[in-house]
């Protein structure tokens, strides 16, 4: 199993940037994915998930009507879009591969099996 993600990189806030992660080694369609982000010095928050299908949606309080996660599985990639960007959304950012079909509302770390290797988001102010 692989997950690369890619796209991020230095915004000014107000900005957007769209993420990418490109899913390899197992049935992509069937598995709900999350992205999650760890900011300097903090512990890992979950951003937001899809399910395996992409017809449903979360996202935590942070991020809601800012971002928004998205899926194409012919092409095997998740997506996450950021709009208005804040300098508090400066984290590195994972995809995580979810052990079910449903997407979770929050963060449990038992669900996922494997993660990418992350990309740096850095919102200037």
């Known amino acids: 199993v692989q997950l690369v993600e890619s796209g991020g990189g230095l915004v000014q806030a107000g900005g957007s940037l769209r993420l990418s992660c490109a899913a390899s080694?197992?049935?992509?369609?069937?598995?709900?994915m999350s992205w999650v982000r760890q900011a300097p010095g903090k512990g890992l928050e979950w951003v937001s998930a899809i399910n395996s299908g992409g017809s449903s949606t979360s996202y935590g309080d942070s991020v809601k009507g800012r971002f928004t996660i998205s899926r194409d599985n012919a092409k095997n990639t998740l997506y996450l879009q950021m709009n208005s960007l804040k300098p508090e959304d400066t984290a590195v950012y994972y995809c995580?591969?979810?052990?079910?079909?449903?997407?979770?509302?929050?963060?449990?770390?038992?669900?996922?099996?494997?993660w990418g290797q992350g990309t740096q988001v850095t919102v200037s102010s």
């Open positions: 080694g197992f049935t992509f369609s069937s598995y709900a």
């Open positions: 995580a591969k979810s052990q079910y079909p449903m997407n979770s509302d929050s963060y449990y770390e038992d669900e996922y099996d494997y």
